[in-house]
């Protein structure tokens, strides 16, 4: 086969339409698209997005270096996606980039560090013990089917509010109205319907002044845009309440920070504290500062709700893991007196089943299966090794070429039967009790967190990725010595979405996960 350009040159599926490329199946189809492409093409091949523009599938380890690490200059977030985050949040850590970015990662990382998630562990536990009631009053006169996403959901976002924020958004003892929660759940679903007229964001961006921009948006006769509007005012509204709630808090002094909920050990406490004494080139504005409050909340609710949600349908599915597991952690929170008491952030995060759980759990199920990023200019990507290009030669790196997209399949990569072996697709928690495999330490993954792109790695990883694994430990030393989790008889269908969520078939659009939860105690 004759090609014209290297670009021509990259192996992949033949374009389905002159308008759409393969989209329709890579929109409709995640998982099948993934499952055939992969097979036959391997770790990098090139498909058609609209308008047949040349878009790269990888799951390479030194492309994804070169991507997220070394190069991330060249392969930038969206523009559309960046200028998105930004109407509707501010210029929080998911809206900016390069020196703002750098900024703002250099002043929050330290916030994140395990020595804060020590102080936020008893808030963790007191908010999940309270769950606990509340699931028991449910099952306490037998076993009753419990839609447990719609749980970790409520859970997820006062494990954030309290250890995040130092608010409590839901009392979870009794069902409370709350709008910045509705908020919250529906931004992602909106932002989706918006998906075309969001094309024209980053042009609005140019249009002058915020008020502007904000007058031409409430003009557009179209549902979803005004809803967002709702949605926007809606979060930007309460992350100021708690925005200068803390800060008036700080500046009474310990005493007032006392009275805080959480104490003012959260990490938005924290932050104000560091902002205040970080020097004059490093410090946020107090607008980045409450672009933070609903970033946090809308990158840590649905990532981390869905992960605890697969973690349940997996340990219902397996009673035995379930059952050894709630072995652990029952002797471990035995008291000595037959009670069972809380764990401090050392001994939850150092229980050995539980680690292996949880991470097999993120490697063989990431709830974030796919990441974007667009060149923005022409360079080379490296690999870490050949692939065969369609004129049969060897290609050693892939031109890119500038406004190219290129997909990771995070799932792909995790699942490498190179790297992990045979058994890569089985969901197997032992594999973290022994060494792992030689190929994978050699590979060089590029991820933050135990050779997994499930958090990503380089500048712009998951800033929660240690907050997230606090919040799924306590969880379940918490629930499972109290409840059995079975599955119900019903099918579960998981849905592929920015972050994968289960429903109760495959066209629902309902998430949600009913499993039958029986009291232990
Ligand atoms: C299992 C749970 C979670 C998963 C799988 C997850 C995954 C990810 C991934 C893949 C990204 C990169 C997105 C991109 O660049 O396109 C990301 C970014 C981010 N995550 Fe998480 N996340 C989780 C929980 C959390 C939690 C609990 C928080 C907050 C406490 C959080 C805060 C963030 C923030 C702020 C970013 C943007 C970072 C930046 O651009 O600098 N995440 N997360």
Redo the contacts with the bound molecule.
Sequence with gaps: LFSQSPVDNIPGPDSESYLTGNMNQFKQDRWGFQEQHVRTYGRLFKFHGLFNAPWLYTYDPRAMHSIYVKDQDVYE?NDV?LASFHTALGP???ATVEKQ?RR??KI?NPV?SAKHLRDVTPIFNDIINRLQVAISSRVKTGPQEIDVLGWMGRT?LE??GQ??LGHSFDPLTHDVANEFAESVKAYFPVMHQLEVIRLVLPKVYQLGPAVIRRKLLELIPFGPVQRMIKISDALHTTSLEIYHEKKAALEKGDEAMKQQVGEGKD?MSVLLRENMVASEEDRLTDEEVVA?VS??VL???D??S??LARIFSLLSEHPGVQEKLREELVQARDDGSGKLRDLNYDEVMELPYLDAVCRES?RRY???TH???EVTKDAMLPLSEPITGRDGQPMHSIPVTKGMRIFTD?IASNCNKELWGEDADEWKPERWLKPLPRALEDAHIPGVYSHL????GG???????K???L??KVVLASLLPAFKFEPTGKPIYWNAAG?AYPSASKGSRKPELPLKVTSLL
């Design positions: 977030e996606i929080g850590l998911l970015h703002q990662r929050l994140f997820a494990l954030i250890g995040g990490i933070q970033t946090l990158a840590a609710m990532t981390t869905n992960a993120l990431p709830p974030v990441l974007m990023r995070v792109m499930t958090f990503i500048a712009r990883a998951c800033i929660g990725f907050f997230s694994q919040e799924m972050v």
